[in-house]
């Protein structure tokens, strides 16, 4: 793995650092023990290997409604993302949750597992299945969708006026896995 001196997971500092854990989670190296290894286990996907990981940048979506008591909270809304690949955009990500290549090729998954962010302003990771596939391009083979390596994207405080729209924004990479055939 270049670029990630040292240990798979602690060898390399700052952003540097959460991009090789990420790659050791989706290649799922691990050292014995660690905290790390807790969570692939909530994300794994260990009967698919990795077809393509794209980078989004983007926005978590959040509307201000009013629970069963009446109280107002903030509530996830939707995504939208652009999903890049060597800095070029290729796709995008909105709600469904869907993401969509150039080559015409798109997944819609429903989320089955889930493991906290790196801080509490970090959403969290996921496990994806595939429930929607269309096209024949770079997306269509995809089982199981990871989103790994988030930062940022949890909206705080409170809100005032039911309706209201808050953005956050957030990065985050999407592993699209293949079952082992």
Known sequence: MRGCSGSIVTGAAGIAARRCAALALALGIFPAGTAQAQLRDAIATPDAGPLLTLHAEGAQIYE???????????????????LMLDGRTVGRHYAGPTWEHVDGSGVKAKVVGSAPG???????????????????????GADFVQRINTVGGVLQGSCERA??????????????RRKDR
């Open 118 to 140: 790196a801080s509490a302003a970090d959403i969290p990771w996921l496990k994806l299945e595939v429930v929607e596939r269309r096209g024949a391009g770079a997306l269509a």
């Open 64 to 82: 201000c409604k009013s629970d069963r008591d009446g109280k107002l909270g903030w509530t996830f809304r939707e995504p939208i993302a652009a």
């Open 163 to 176: 309706g209201s729209l808050r953005s956050v924004a957030y990065a985050a990479d999407y592993v699209f």
